[in-house]
């Protein structure tokens, strides 16, 4: 090893300089130089060394250094309290999870880009709180995907509607095996068979009731057709509408069997005994008061109301305040003359309540044309749309 040394003794001088004493050379001090000069190198390798070993050289500074580490140390913990007060994902930003091995290059960059936008804080604050309901609700990998821009946010309703239609197999498939050795191209070829046979069904039926109808067409110019051809060839001075409902209501209902009508034009154009219905049809029921409703009653066999409970009532203010002034005077005998009998039908907001009131028997709508797309055929089949 001496050997080797007094071989290399010129060299090692000429590299080390002063640092060099041979056999009182201090080696721990070279390798800690070594060590430093190789940390530099990697640091930048274009590094001026001449200019490193000046600032080593001069008295100041260890000053300098000193400074720069309280400045260092300073700017980590503004940054950390910028990070718990932003609640920042560092692993998501800078990709470490300590602050000291951020590159300060990146942060100077990252903290020029909030400064010139802070008027979007208020958007990205909206963007973190949609992020954290996403993970919340799951699955979290939507949301991931997202912010790492893997996944376009003009696709995500295609890949939610995805996951929720494959999850909705599944739990379809916990429940009824059998679903799983369901042939999706058979179940297609039965359906279209069904739509086609559906459809020859109803363009029959259709046929079916319109000869039925065509027959039943009165001809000739005798009774309530002669009333209704000679109103059909006046230019003018026409009978007005309920007289001619009385005097051929049976006939104009032959030619034209079905009526939509308001309550109020039928008590003002169909005259009591002028024409019956075999069946009235009351849409949004919870929207016509019950005395409104009694006229339309009169006239009809059969009854069907449709309508939702949950729906507004009639506006019926001044009514109220009427009823009030009313009961106001004397509501211990008002209470006595009801008694124990039935709500009378004034007491009650719609025909759908009455007939609620009344016991009619009440089924659930099976099908809804607003609804048909989207409700289960387990919930149909329960008789309840839910």
């Known amino acids: 090893m001496r050997r080797k040394f007094a071989a290399e003794a010129g060299v090692l001088a000429s590299l080390l300089s002063d640092v060099w004493q041979e056999k009182r050379t201090v080696f721990r001090l070279i390798h800690e130089v070594a060590r430093t000069a190789g940390e530099l190198a990697a640091f930048d390798p274009h590094l001026n060394a001449e200019r490193v070993i000046g600032l080593v050289r001069d008295l100041t500074a260890e000053a300098h250094c000193d400074h720069l580490e309280t400045g260092l140390d300073e700017v980590i913990n503004a940054f950390a309290d910028t990070i718990k007060f932003l609640d920042l994902d560092l692993a998501a930003i800078f990709q470490t999870d300590s602050?000291?091995?951020?590159?300060?290059?990146?942060?100077?960059?990252?903290?020029?880009?909030?400064?010139?936008?802070?008027?979007?804080?208020?958007?990205?604050?909206?963007?973190?709180?949609?992020?954290?309901?996403?993970?919340?609700?799951?699955?979290?990998?939507?949301?991931?995907?997202?912010?790492?821009?893997?996944?376009?946010?003009?696709?995500?309703?295609?890949?939610?509607?995805?996951?929720?239609?494959?999850?909705?197999w599944k739990k379809a498939i916990a429940a009824d095996p059998e679903l799983a050795a369901?042939?999706?191209?058979?179940?297609?070829?039965?359906?279209?068979?069904?739509?086609?046979?559906?459809?020859?069904?109803?363009?029959?039926?259709?046929?079916?009731?319109?000869?039925?109808?065509?027959?039943?067409?009165?001809?000739?110019?005798?009774?309530?057709?002669r009333v209704i051809r000679g109103e059909i060839g006046r230019k003018r001075a026409h009978m007005p509408l309920r007289k001619?409902?009385?005097?051929?209501?049976?006939?104009?209902?032959?030619?034209?069997?079905?009526?939509?009508?308001?309550?109020?034009?039928?008590?003002?154009?169909?005259?009591?005994?002028?024409?019956?219905?075999?069946?009235?049809?009351?849409?949004?029921?919870?929207?016509?008061?019950?005395?409104?409703?009694?006229?339309?009653?009169?006239?009809?066999?059969?009854?069907?109301?449709?309508?939702a409970k949950k729906h507004l009532p009639p506006t019926s203010f001044f009514g109220r305040m009427i009823a009030d002034n009313a009961d106001s005077g004397d509501g211990e005998k008002t209470a006595i003359q009801h008694g124990e009998s039935a709500a009378p039908i004034t007491d009650l907001e719609s025909i759908l309540s009455l007939c609620e009131a009344r016991g009619l028997e009440s089924r659930m709508l099976r099908w809804h044309y607003t609804v048909a797309a989207s409700v289960p055929d387990r919930s149909l089949q329960r008789g309840t749309v839910k």
């Open 244 to 307: 001619l409902m009385k005097a051929a209501g049976g006939t104009i209902q032959k030619i034209k069997p079905v009526f939509l009508m308001s309550p109020v034009s039928v008590a003002q154009f169909l005259p009591p005994g002028s024409v019956d219905f075999d069946l009235l049809v009351i849409d949004e029921a919870s929207e016509l008061r019950p005395e409104e409703a009694l006229g339309l009653v009169a006239r009809c066999r059969r009854i069907v109301v449709v309508g």
């Open 99 to 168: 602050i000291a091995t951020i590159d300060l290059n990146r942060l100077s960059a990252w903290a020029a880009g909030w400064a010139a936008s802070h008027v979007r804080f208020e958007e990205w604050a909206r963007l973190v709180k949609a992020d954290r309901k996403v993970r919340a609700a799951g699955p979290a990998w939507i949301a991931s995907a997202l912010v790492s821009g893997e996944l376009d946010p003009k696709r995500a309703h295609v890949e939610l509607e995805t996951a929720f239609a494959e999850a909705c």
């Open 182 to 225: 369901l042939n999706g191209d058979r179940h297609g070829e039965l359906v279209a068979q069904f739509v086609e046979i559906e459809e020859r069904s109803r363009a029959a039926a259709v046929g079916s009731v319109r000869a039925r109808h065509q027959a039943a067409i009165p001809s000739g110019a005798l009774g309530e057709m």
